[in-house]
């Protein structure tokens, strides 16, 4: 399994700012992903983050809005860039440890605009 | 494209009861299937993973199964608690082990 650490755990932010949030994991991991949940909506997956490299985004997210940093094997960041209500979500970190395919999610960041 | 679907999307019943939350995929090509708990606000927490080659596991009072054939599965809790109430998420990993798509949920409240 893997233990992770979302930082923070939630915020009330002004529309116009920017926030990043932080994913923090016990052990090296093969993939992280960034997943939003809008309210009473399931998950939404944001993007693939690499190490190393760009990430990965998915049909209607992009690189701009939501820049995404993956140092090393165990860290990444997503930042939800010049904010308007309509970013009220919960974002969430999930991770999948090396030959393993099972998903572990972080405890959420909920993000308020207004 | 693969859906996954969720059936009911709420459901309320008395504590001591047991209970089943459906699951149904359209794509059979899956590589495995996870079923989650979230509580109101928070992440997600694993609760059962069946690999594309089972058909089901046990944890606890908890029993998930799976019919890759017929695109569904079953998560089945036996002697429901309170401490059951949460939403409920299904997710199946494509073929390419990788993208992971999600069911909108069951809203499970256990009344005591």
């Known amino acids: 399994s893997a233990v992770i650490s979302q930082k923070p755990s939630r915020d009330i932010c002004q529309r116009g700012t920017s926030l990043t949030i932080q994913c923090q994991v016990d052990?090296?991991?093969?993939?992280m992903f960034w997943y939003r949940q809008q309210p009473g909506q399931s998950l939404t997956l944001i993007a693939t983050?690499?190490?190393?490299?760009?990430?990965?985004?998915e049909s209607g997210f992009v690189i701009d809005k939501f820049p995404i940093s993956r140092p090393n094997l165990t860290f990444s960041t997503l930042t939800v860039s010049n904010m308007s209500p309509e970013d009220s979500s919960i974002y969430l970190c999930?991770?999948?440890?090396?030959?393993?395919?099972?998903?572990?999610f972080g405890q959420g960041t909920r993000l308020t605009v207004v | 494209k693969q859906e996954v679907t969720q059936i009911p999307a709420a459901l309320s019943v008395p504590e001591g009861e047991n209970l089943v939350l459906n699951c149904s995929f359209t794509?059979?090509?899956?590589?495995?299937l996870q079923w989650f708990r979230q509580d109101p606000g928070k992440g997600l927490t694993s609760l059962l993973l069946?690999?594309?080659?089972?058909r089901e596991q046990t944890s606890g009072r908890l029993n998930a199964s799976l019919d890759k054939s017929s695109g569904r599965s079953t998560l089945y809790i036996a002697a429901s608690q309170p401490g059951d109430s949460a939403t409920y998420l299904c997710?199946?990993?494509?073929?390419?082990?990788?993208?992971?798509?999600f069911g909108s949920g069951t809203r499970l409240s256990i009344r005591p």
């Open positions: 983050a690499n190490q190393g490299s760009e990430a990965t985004y």
């Open positions: 069946i690999q594309s080659s089972q």
């Open positions: 997710a199946v990993t494509g073929s390419s082990a990788s993208k992971i798509i």
């Open positions: 052990s090296q991991v093969t993939m």
């Open positions: 999930s991770v999948e440890p090396f030959g393993n395919t099972e998903a572990f």
């Open positions: 794509d059979s090509a899956i590589y495995n």
